[in-house]
Nanobody, 118 residues
Framework: VQLQASGGGAVQAGGSLRLSCAAS????????MAWYRQAPGKERELVAM???????NLADSTKDRFTISRDSAENTVYLQMNSLKPEDTAVYFC?????????????WGQGTQVTVSS
């Protein structure tokens, strides 16, 4: 599967952005879709995930501000980010995990930069 992420940009603290991740196949064929982020000098961390069945999970640092959703007709997963903080600044990556013969394999899209200024 190929993943195309978009929607990053530069905003001031308190602003909002919506990231999109378009998949090259039906998202119902994908076991888990997720957003990760990586800030400079830090490890990549999970931000939000949505399963094939529609269950969602968000990191504690974002669950009151971010929402993950999907549009099956567009094979797209969204990350709505509200009340952005400078510490949300990072490159955000779209991730898909698909159960294949070798197990649950990860696929990554290109990153999209999110910069939040104070």
């Amino acid at each position: 599967v190929q993943l195309q992420a978009s929607g990053g940009g530069a905003v001031q603290a308190g602003g909002s952005l919506r990231l999109s991740c378009a998949a090259s196949r039906s998202i119902f064929d994908i076991n888990v879709m997720a957003w990760y982020r990586q800030a400079p000098g830090k490890e990549r961390e999970l931000v939000a995930m949505i399963t094939m069945g529609g269950s969602t999970n968000l990191a504690d640092s974002t669950k009151d501000r971010f929402t993950i959703s999907r549009d099956s007709a567009e094979n797209t997963v969204y990350l709505q980010m509200n009340s952005l903080k400078p510490e949300d600044t990072a490159v955000y990556f779209c991730n898909a995990r698909i159960l294949e013969s070798d197990g649950l394999l990860p696929y990554w899209g290109q990153g999209t930069q999110v910069t939040v200024s104070s």
